[in-house]
């Protein structure tokens, strides 16, 4: 009697199975800020009956960004309650002295995490900026990368910051500048065109928002 044949496994089936898993990227989501131009925090305002922080952390998950941690300031109470499971809060009690305290809050609750090569730094107050630019941003990111998206050459947001640089930009962050006057110094910083998946604009004030 024959034996029945085995199914075989297609060199594509191979490929995709033998594949190693590309390494994770943390997502660090900025979300402190008091909105003080904008009436308030953005990270409540809603745009298509969404908060910001929900969308922002919606686009995260879709990036493939894991863990993922929020840092909170203003109306932290407010906007931790938005929060949907696995992402973490993470409070900045000096936030209101700017985006640098924000950031080096974020990266010091993400040094205590195993297995993140890199994060993705998003702002709450980029709600038009999709997964497809953070996914592309975040390609291929190690332990080294320093790159940020760019607009039709501009640099912009998000940038991905590689584990190796987390301690030296953390030293550096003050104020508003967040990763800014680091990444001046970066002669290896790449920016990755995103102009056409988006324009990487911000929402500044009520009115940038459809009512």
């Given at each position: ?29 900025l ?77 010091a ?6 297995g ?34 760019s ?33 001046a ?8 065109e ?18």
């Amino acid at each position: 009697m024959a034996e029945p044949e085995r199914p075989t496994t297609s060199a594509a089936e191979q490929s995709r199975t033998t594949e190693p898993a590309a390494p994770p990227v943390a997502g660090l989501l900025l979300a402190a800020g008091a909105g003080r131009r904008f009436g308030g925090p953005k990270a409540l305002a809603e745009l298509d009956g969404e908060p910001l922080v929900r969308r922002a952390l919606r686009t995260l998950a879709a990036a493939g960004c894991a863990p993922v941690r929020v840092v909170l300031g203003a109306a932290a109470d407010q906007v931790a309650a938005l929060l949907p499971d696995p992402a973490q809060a993470v409070r900045a009690d000096d936030w209101e002295t700017g985006m640098g305290a924000s950031l080096k809050a974020g990266l010091a609750a993400l040094t205590q995490v195993n297995g993140p090569v890199a994060a993705l730094v998003h702002l709450v107050d980029l709600p038009w900026v999709g997964a497809g630019i953070l996914a592309r941003v975040a390609a291929d990111a190690n332990s080294e990368t320093v790159a940020r998206a760019s607009y039709d050459g501009v640099p912009g947001h998000p940038v991905v910051l590689g584990r190796r640089w987390w301690p030296e930009i953390a030293a550096t962050a003050r104020g508003d500048h967040g990763a800014r006057d680091w990444l001046a110094t970066r002669a290896d910083l790449r920016l990755i065109e995103c102009g056409d998946l988006g324009s990487g604009r911000d929402v500044d004030h009520r009115a940038d928002l459809p009512s």
